[in-house]
């Protein structure tokens, strides 16, 4: 994931599924002048996006008329059904999946319905397989790039290369990718709606560093010059970590730092969102938007270690798709924010849904202008 190959791969199918999918919706919102959930156009934009960089398959859900795709909705319907596994007794939940009902019932549908798109993705990647493999002609989707890797080792038998072993990697990737990016840009998007001294920073900087109106993805050189919009997204993903909590659980006997004794099995919780908003690690404005704490004093992006700064996880379980997201997260930022106004529709509330991912409840309801 790290290769530059890959990378401007990432760039170029992000700004190609923002140029055609994104910016005409939003001009149309614009133009008619009604209200648009932001957040549903989001993760419609990264379900299409992962699965293009991770199976090389185009769903094509972020269209004009936001067809109905029941393996898009499946995604949302099992991170809620997992969500309740951690809050009800395990005794509940294992019952409900018995009989049957409630969330289970849900989540049962739903990985039949991903399952069902996923064996799809991966037959026609098998399928094709001899002709994409021909030098000039190849696919840098990561299952693609997977699948070159184990024909160069020569074992096709090997446990790692079965169309299960496949699919539930996919799934993984696909889950992972679809539901952090969308949360993350709802949420630096409701940030900026508020914050409109900020978000004339980074347009500022935008027509500063290419001298036009409406930016246009070019090289990931360019995304690199745009240093105040990835201080922005920094500090969005510090107020809200798409993944909030996460729970580890040791196999043996451990001490914390603190000194407390840790018997195996004994589920720890880590509260990222909390971290992210503790004096003690951000200082006295720690619960304030401010990206220029971001900003070093020579004008390049502070690097804070992985243990302060915890969106993407720390040490070895680091996020792979670190690069990845900040690339797909400040393309679809510089586009919009480069050509419309977004202003957050009166009255509409602003909570976190109860999943694993760090969802607005009700969405993100706006209203669109053409910036002039």
Same mark, same amino acid.
């Given at each position: ?29 614009? =133009? ?181 109106? =409406? ?32 729970? =580890? ?115 993100? =309801? ?7």
């Amino acid at each position: 994931m790290t290769q530059p190959r890959f990378q401007e791969f990432v760039a170029t199918t992000s700004w190609n599924k923002v140029e055609t999918g994104l910016i005409p919706i939003l001009e149309r919102v614009a =133009k008619v002048g009604t209200e648009v959930d932001v957040q549903e156009l989001f993760q419609r934009l990264a379900f299409d996006c992962s699965c293009i960089t991770v199976v090389g398959h185009d769903p094509a859900s972020l269209r004009m008329e936001l067809p109905h795709l029941p393996h898009e909705k499946a995604f949302a319907d099992v991170g809620e059904a997992l969500e309740y596994r951690h809050i009800l007794p395990q005794v509940i939940w294992k019952l409900q999946r018995w009989i049957q009902v409630g969330k289970e019932r849900k989540l049962k549908e739903a990985m039949r319905n991903i399952d069902k798109f996923l064996t799809h993705c991966v037959s026609l990647k098998q399928q094709n397989y001899t002709a994409r493999m021909e030098p000039g002609r190849e696919d840098f989707d990561i299952l693609s790039s997977y699948m070159r890797a184990v024909a160069g080792t020569g074992d096709h038998d090997a446990p790692n290369t079965s169309h299960e072993f496949l699919k539930d990697t996919i799934r993984n990737l696909v889950g992972a990718g679809k539901d952090t990016i969308s949360a993350a840009l709802t949420w630096f998007f409701w940030l900026i709606a508020t914050h409109p001294a900020e978000e004339e920073k980074i347009r500022l900087e935008i027509c500063t560093n290419f001298q036009v109106g =409406k930016w246009k993805y070019t090289n990931m050189e360019e995304l690199r010059n745009l240093i105040y919009l990835h201080a922005a997204v920094c500090e969005a993903l510090r107020l809200f970590p798409p993944v909030a909590v996460q729970h =580890k659980a040791p196999v043996q006997h451990d001490i914390l730092p603190t000194g407390h004794r840790i018997k195996p099995n004994t589920i720890t919780l880590l509260f990222f969102y909390s971290m992210g908003r503790m004096k003690s690690i951000w200082g006295e404005d720690c619960l304030q938007f401010k990206p220029g704490r971001w900003i070093s004093k020579t004008g390049l992006i502070r690097i804070e270690p992985s243990y302060k700064f915890t969106a993407f996880n720390a040490g070895p379980r680091s996020c792979l798709g670190k690069e990845m997201s900040f690339t797909q997260m400040k393309i679809v930022a510089a586009a919009i924010i480069s050509r419309f106004k977004i202003e957050v529709a009166e009255g509409h509330p602003v909570c976190p849904s109860t999943s694993v991912m760090l969802h607005m409840k009700h969405g993100l =309801k706006v209203k669109v202008s053409n910036y002039q």
